[in-house]
């Protein structure tokens, strides 16, 4: 029912750019906050960005002054615009949103993932 449906991603070479983006869709009454996770081979799920609803951005040390998160509320999207890429970067990139989806329940989505990678 509640599906968040990543797209973007791909082969991007170093010091490129890359833009993701994350729709949200299903029956839903607020939507919380949303960002990006995520995880390289070997290791864990890592927070990149997370954008709080009437909040402030939130950004891993490790992408700060690179990457810029944004979201557009009216059509529940939120996007990662992804600069001066590092081979570093290459990892699965997954779609987070937490929401209000009853009355008196709030839980956590997420997108199905969408690989980044960066080379040559």
């Known amino acids: 029912q509640v599906q968040l449906v990543e797209s973007g991603g791909g082969l991007v070479q170093p010091g490129g750019s890359e833009r993701l983006s994350c729709a949200v869709s299903?029956?839903?009454?607020?939507?919380?906050?949303m960002g990006w996770y995520r995880q390289a081979p070997g290791k864990q799920r890592e927070m990149v960005a997370v954008l709080p609803t009437g909040g402030s951005s939130n950004y891993a040390d490790s992408v700060k002054g690179r990457f810029t998160i944004s979201r557009d509320n009216a059509k529940n999207t939120v996007y990662l615009q992804m600069n001066s890429l590092k081979p570093e970067d290459t990892a699965v990139y997954y779609c987070?949103?937490?929401?209000?989806?009853?009355?008196?329940?709030?839980?956590?989505?997420w997108g199905q993932g969408t690989q980044v990678t960066v080379s040559s």
């Open positions: 299903g029956s839903i009454f607020s939507t919380k906050s």
């Open positions: 987070y949103a937490f929401l209000q989806v009853s009355r008196w329940y709030e839980t956590e989505y």
